[in-house]
């Protein structure tokens, strides 16, 4: 069986991709790895954790070799609209650990998963069917590291030999984890004003398109890839992934199928405005398709209702049929 670490296991995807992982291969082989010393205690309890610093090299290396690590899911970073507020520091955690980890992978052989993002494209992006491989100028210094962490993957891939393997994740939308300080999570946080009963305020023009996804596909997606045959990936790194696009007006209506009196106004910010203007309504994901046999589970009323039943659960302990 193999042995699992994620780094950054504390974050949105880390979170659940964890307790995935554990289900699929065993609690006891997939260790959680995080800066911070406590996670969310579902995390702490079901398995291994090490506290560990991405950016210390030497570090990430002595926790592999000891516990014979054969693949690393690698999800440390910083979100889009957090990025803007520091660039220095969005630059050097989001780079620096990346590097880091690179550098062990050489030297150790192991399997890692890096996820880019659609936040990689840019305002010259093609924003319909945007194409595996195209023009990629981002105006975030989120979008910046990760199109230089794209590189950089394909570097150590064509240079030493390293298998590495990631998507352009969408949106990503949990029912488990708040928002975290992306610029799509407004499309997280509407579910949870709406099975309060509360007014949402959206920070997006209502006609805003972007690519989304909902977690559970998004974690399919990462195992999946690491479970295909190398030979048969064209480009193992970045790979585009689609599943839904809509706008915060569409949105709304999906979940007024649920909650009828649901309300929402808008009060827009031009720094997350900017970076959506720049970003996909949909991706072109044939190769994904093609080579690793890719295919999203969810539409946008499925996500909606399973969204609001799992809140309404747990804020009011009640569902919707």
């Not at 069986?1 to 992982?21: F, N, P, R, S, V």
């Not at 309504?281 to 994904?288: E, F, L, P, S």
């Not at 295919?295 to 909606?304: G, R, T, V």
Request: charged fraction near 25%; charge should be neutral.
């Amino acid at each position: 069986m193999d042995k699992i670490l994620i780094i950054g296991a504390g974050g949105q995807i880390g979170t659940e991709l964890t307790k995935y992982l554990r289900q699929q291969y065993g609690e006891k082989n997939v260790i959680a790895s995080d800066i911070r010393a406590t996670l969310h205690d579902d995390l702490m309890e079901s398995g291994p954790f090490i506290r560990m610093d991405a950016m210390d090299s030497r570090q990430v290396y002595q926790v592999i070799q000891k516990e014979k690590v054969d693949k690393v899911y690698f999800l440390a970073a910083i979100l889009s609209a957090v990025c803007e507020k520091n660039p220095e520091m969005a630059w050097d955690i989001n780079m620096g650990t990346l590097n880091s980890v690179l550098r062990v992978a050489h030297e150790l052989k192991f399997k890692i998963f890096v996820p880019s993002s659609i936040g990689a494209f840019g305002r010259t992006t093609p924003k319909d069917g945007t194409p595996q491989l195209t023009i990629q100028r981002p105006n975030s210094i989120y979008g910046v590291t990760k199109v230089a962490g794209e590189l950089l993957c394909d570097y150590y891939h064509d240079r030493y030999g390293v298998d590495s393997r990631g998507v352009r994740f969408p949106g990503i939308i949990s029912s488990l984890v708040p928002p975290g300080g992306g610029t799509t999570d407004y499309a997280v946080d509407i579910y949870h004003k709406a099975v309060k009963g509360e007014k949402f305020t959206s920070y997006l023009k209502e006609d805003t398109y972007l690519d989304m996804m909902y977690m559970p596909d998004a974690l399919k997606a990462a195992a999946t890839l690491m479970e295909a045959d190398y030979s048969s990936l064209r480009h193992h790194n970045a790979y585009n992934i689609a599943s839904l696009s809509f706008s915060p007006k569409v949105q709304a209506e999906a979940i007024r199928k649920y909650i009828p009196d649901f309300k929402i106004d808008y009060k827009i910010d031009p720094l997350r405005q900017g970076i959506a203007d720049s970003w996909p309504n949909m991706m072109d994901d044939t190769a994904a398709k093609e080579d690793w046999g890719w295919k999203a589970d969810y539409n946008l009323d499925m996500m909606s209702k399973d969204m609001i039943n799992v809140l309404s659960e747990r804020f009011a302990g009640k569902g919707v049929k």
